[in-house]
T-cell receptor, first 114, second 112 residues
Framework: AQSVTQLDSQVPVFEEAPVELRCNYS??????LFWYVQYPNQGLQLLLK??????LVKGINGFEAEFNKSQTSFHLRKPSVHISDTAEYFC????????????FGQGTRLTINP | DTGVSQNPRHKITKRGQNVTFRCDPI?????LYWYRQTLGQGPEFLTY????????KSRLLSDRFSAERPKGSFSTLEIQRTEQGDSAMYLC??????????FGQGTRLTVV
């Protein structure tokens, strides 16, 4: 079965602390991997993507993620968070067959405390 | 190009009424997707168009839902005889290939 799991529904951290948001997927076919951010009552904005090549990808706003094929994971990291990073973060996977639609995880609510 | 545009941004309707949402994708994008997002959940796939052809529909898309993309440009999503369970954010995305989907701001539907 093809699925995406975000292991933490909520992650509270203090400002300027590092953060890691975890994402695992299950697939029998090749995948593309994405992280999106969503602010309240807004659409989704792409943070970063992995299509091929280097397994460490850098995105906007200082975020990065590492693709680990053996562990089928794509965890999102930031070394020092800001208040403005407070948002909902979604891991998404495109399974390279059929409609090649995005399959999303449940989301992780990142709350930055001063 | 200003990106993917969705209208209206918000819609409040009475149960049993019909509603229609519009999505204008990025002009050169041939693929268009509709997703539904309920509170506290990730978006779920509803349907997909390549140009004007509707190529896949989720089983979430009951027979009260219909989507069109005439001429392969804008798309409409219609919900007939709305139910309270239809309350959600409806998101549209477009892409030229499959390497990055661009999302609109969404239409938030509230059925009262």
């Amino acid at each position: 079965a093809q699925s995406v799991t975000q292991l933490d529904s909520q992650v509270p951290v203090f400002e300027e602390a590092p953060v890691e948001l975890r994402c695992n997927y299950s697939s029998s076919v090749s995948v593309y991997l994405f992280w999106y951010v969503q602010y309240p009552n807004q659409g989704l904005q792409l943070l970063l993507k992995y299509l091929s090549g280097s397994t460490l990808v850098k995105g906007i706003n200082g975020f990065e993620a590492e693709f680990n094929k053996s562990q089928t994971s794509f965890h999102l990291r930031k070394p020092s968070v800001h208040i403005s990073d407070t948002a909902e973060y979604f891991c998404a996977v495109t399974f390279l067959q059929g409609a090649q639609k995005l399959v999303f995880g449940q989301g992780t609510r990142l709350t930055i405390n001063p | 190009d200003t990106g993917v545009s969705q209208n209206p941004r918000h819609k409040i309707t009475k149960r049993g009424q019909n509603v229609t949402f519009r999505c204008d994708p990025i002009s050169e994008h041939n693929r268009l997707y509709w997703y539904r997002q309920t509170l506290g959940q990730g978006p779920e796939f509803l349907t997909y168009f390549q140009n004007e052809a509707q190529l896949e529909k989720s089983r979430l898309l009951s027979d009260r839902f219909s989507a069109e993309r005439p001429k392969g440009s804008f798309s409409t999503l219609e919900i007939q005889r709305t139910e309270q369970g239809d309350s959600a954010m409806y998101l549209c995305a477009s892409t030229e290939g499959n390497t990055e989907a661009f999302f609109g701001q969404g239409t938030r539907l509230t059925v009262v």
